[in-house]
């Protein structure tokens, strides 16, 4: 009973982490993390409590498994591009045009959902991420930028 409770705790670790790197460094721009992740966690908890707890070493190697292929499948399926390498990649697209982003104020505003066409989308992005910069003649200037291919999109207005 007590390496079930151990396993779901790091598994709850490891959620937190994955989502503390989504929220801060990928701003949010894959909905894995949020959706499927806890939906592991879930299932991970109901796996160890279908576990045998007659055998303690081959529990303590499921768990450790189990959280092992987590965290694989976690870093296997994030976006290519941080929220700062996408910033980055604005910049020098637009160095000789720039005068300095605009910051938000909230962490939602820092991507734009986008919904998936097929099936086979459903492990890409769900969302790009969001800059608002303004030029050296003081016109705004509104983009996005994929961030599995780095790929920019100019919007000719405000989300």
């Known amino acids: 009973m007590k390496l079930k409770i151990i396993g779901t705790i790091v598994g709850i670790i490891e959620l937190t982490l994955m989502l503390f790197i989504t929220i801060n460094v990928y701003k949010g721009s894959s909905i894995f993390p949020s959706t499927y992740i806890l939906s592991f966690l879930i299932f991970q908890a109901a796996v160890?409590?279908?576990?045998?707890?007659?055998?303690?070493?081959?529990l303590i190697q499921k768990i450790v498994i189990i959280n092992i292929l987590l965290?694989?499948?976690?870093?296997?399926?994030?976006?290519?591009y941080?929220?700062?390498?996408?910033?980055?990649?604005?910049?020098?697209?637009?160095?000789n045009e720039l005068d300095h982003f605009v910051e938000f104020k909230s962490y939602s505003d820092n991507s734009i959902q986008i919904r998936a066409d097929?099936?086979?989308?459903?492990?890409?992005?769900?969302?790009?991420y969001y800059f608002s910069f303004v030029k050296n003649d003081g016109e705004k200037k509104y983009i996005m930028i994929n961030p599995s291919e780095?790929?920019?999109?100019?919007?000719?207005?405000?989300?």
């Open 48 to 58: 160890y409590n279908r576990l045998s707890s007659k055998n303690p070493k081959k």
């Open 71 to 80: 965290i694989i499948v976690y870093f296997a399926l994030l976006p290519k």
């Open 82 to 95: 941080t929220y700062s390498e996408a910033k980055t990649i604005a910049q020098n697209k637009y160095k």
């Open 118 to 128: 097929s099936i086979k989308d459903i492990f890409m992005p769900h969302s790009f």
């Open 150 to 159: 780095g790929e920019i999109v100019e919007l000719n207005n405000p989300r």
